[in-house]
């Protein structure tokens, strides 16, 4: 059954600092992955997605690597600010049924 | 504005009054499903539709019912809620899971049953 685990739960970082969140995943039979961003009470937002052929994707400061042998993906935030304060999820979609598996997301904490 | 829209917001009842939540989206997507966010537990989904006509039991589904009866809705009905169905509840919405475009998910419904 595949699983996937987000490493911190939490993370408190002062302002302006590089950070890189972690995303790891049992069955590396999945077609894509995709971060999200989610706000106190809000939905979810996409922030990036990659597609299982393919080692990174690049948004502004942020960049999503995959590492699909090794089932691990890793989101990187440049020069971190205070509106960065949310939790950053984690979702593989798997090749052999269409479900999504959600990781239960890294709650981040931007210090100004 | 593509979006997938759902409603009501927030939403108190008490146990045992049927209830329905909608969700529709504007993109044409085929995929829909809804999850349930519980404190510690992430989100779970409880069900799912891969077009019209055609609903799936997702991880939790006991307690709730859907149908998709056209593209654009996929009502979620909780036909006697009780208060362990309080969560924090999406709907997403996808043209085709395996694309590019991953999924799109609506605000959120807050559900408390007292």
């Known amino acids: 059954k595949q699983e996937v685990t987000q490493i911190p739960a939490a993370l408190s970082v002062p302002e302006g600092e590089n950070l890189v969140l972690n995303c790891s995943f049992t069955?590396?039979?999945?077609?894509?992955l995709q971060w999200f961003r989610q706000d106190p009470g809000k939905g979810l937002t996409s922030l990036l997605l990659?597609?299982?052929?393919?080692r990174e994707q690049t948004s502004g400061r942020l960049n999503a690597s995959l590492d699909k042998s090794s089932g691990r993906s890793t989101l990187y935030i440049a020069a971190s600010q205070p509106g960065d304060s949310a939790t950053y999820l984690c979702?593989?979609?798997?090749?052999?049924?269409?479900?999504?598996?959600f990781g239960k997301g890294t709650r981040l904490h931007i210090l100004p | 504005e593509a979006q997938v829209t759902q409603n009501p917001r927030y939403l108190i009842t008490v146990t045992g009054k049927k209830l329905t939540v909608t969700c529709s989206q504007n993109?044409?997507?085929?995929?829909m499903s809804w999850y349930r966010q519980d404190p510690g537990l992430g989100l779970r989904q409880i069900y799912y539709?891969?077009?019209?006509?055609?609903?799936d039991k997702g991880d939790v589904p006991e307690g709730y019912k859907v149908s998709r009866k056209e593209k654009r809705n996929f009502p979620l009905i909780l036909e006697s809620p009780s208060p362990n169905q309080t969560s924090l509840y999406f709907c997403?919405?996808?043209?085709?899971?395996?694309?590019?475009?991953?999924?799109?998910f609506g605000s959120g419904t807050r559900l408390t049953v007292v």
């Open positions: 069955d590396s039979a999945i077609y894509n």
């Open positions: 979702a593989v979609i798997l090749n052999r049924d269409d479900k999504i598996i």
């Open positions: 539709s891969m077009n019209v006509e055609v609903t």
């Open positions: 993109m044409n997507h085929e995929y």
């Open positions: 997403a919405s996808s043209s085709n899971l395996q694309t590019t475009h991953g999924y799109t």
């Open positions: 990659i597609q299982s052929s393919q």
